[in-house]
């Protein structure tokens, strides 16, 4: 006999705010495509939390295994992550979003301004959308994505000795600094090819 859903009957409805947020999210990206030539994503994945993850996560938060746990003490059963190229576009997005009809922010993380010690970095954010059901958004650059993937391929499923420990924490914690100092001046990079095209244009526009 099948377990039942850990989401009950309301799955249709948390594949409904998915969608819902990934035609918001794509549509600023054509606005913004259209207007610099440039598509600001270099990609968008999303998800509904996967059962068995979900069950282990109300376990692991001294929850109760149910429905109402699921859709309204753990706030990422629908998860989306946008990668883009540049620092400014995530904020864009960032705005677009809490913009939206019928969303509510109910947290805001910025590490990238304010990097974890580690040295990750990603803007995070918690919508309830339309009073009912949580998704869980996190804005990063390629760069930011980048470190984030190799750091977990490093330490998952890896003893480190404590020797090796501190030595390594600082080598990925220099490693983000200069990432985050790569995408600065990749920012400034575009900005002034940017500004360049809107004089150049001006110019034969008279």
Known sequence: MAEESIYGPYRPELEKIQKELLDDINS????IKAKNGMDPVEHCLSRIKDE??????????????????????????????VVC??????????????ALPGAEVVEE??????????????YHMILRMHGKFYAEIQLRTI????????????????DISKSNEELIASELK?????????????QTIRDMIFEENKRTDGSESK
């Open 52 to 81: 068995d993850s979900m069950r282990e996560k109300c376990v692991r938060k001294g929850l109760p295994v149910t429905t109402e746990s699921a859709l309204t003490k753990i706030y990422d059963a629908v998860g989306i992550r």
């Open 28 to 31: 600023l990206r054509e606005e």
């Open 174 to 186: 220099r490693c983000a600094d200069e990432l985050a100092s790569t995408d600065l001046s990749m």
């Open 85 to 98: 190229a540049f620092v400014d576009d995530i904020y864009k997005f960032r705005d677009h979003l809490i």
């Open 109 to 122: 993380k910025d590490y990238i301004k304010h990097a974890k010690p580690n040295g990750y970095r990603s």
């Open 143 to 158: 760069s930011q994505d980048t470190w984030a993937a190799l750091e977990h391929h490093i330490r998952y499923k890896h």
